[in-house]
């Protein structure tokens, strides 16, 4: 698990897996010669990346990978997390802290969200459909 310091600097715990382990070590190693206290330093690498440098390095990768930039960012990206993890059974409430939701309803928009795609879903694709 790996502390994580977001909005309001509230924290929260979030699973950390080898492999982002590994990656997160590979990226210390790669920048050792900024000598930072932060995993993503920002522009002066004794201060933290900024959420305005997150949203312009996002913006590089999304042009780089041939996806329009103006569709993609850090609030799409979080969507998709929590998307992806009630999609494959998350817990609602394990969902909440992961995302820092101070109130469980906030959490329960994506279950929502997720049962409107579903109708679509059965009623598009349904063969009994009418």
């Given at each position: ?126 063969p009994l459909k009418e």
């Open positions: 698990m790996l502390l994580v310091r977001g909005k309001g600097g509230r924290e929260r715990l979030v699973p950390f897996a080898k492999g982002a382990r590994q990656a997160a070590e590979a990226l210390v190693r790669y920048d050792t010669i900024l000598d930072s206290p932060w995993l993503f330093p920002g522009r002066n690498p004794q201060r933290p990346l900024t959420r305005q440098g997150f949203d312009k390095i996002l913006h590089a990768c999304a042009l780089k990978a041939g996806f329009d930039p103006q569709r993609i960012s850090p609030h799409v990206l979080r969507h998709s997390f929590a998307t992806h993890l009630l999609n494959r059974g998350a817990d609602l409430r394990a969902l909440q802290m992961l995302l820092g939701h101070a109130d469980i309803a906030t959490t329960q928009i994506y279950t929502q969200v997720m049962g409107e795609r579903l109708k679509e879903a059965v009623q598009k694709y349904h």
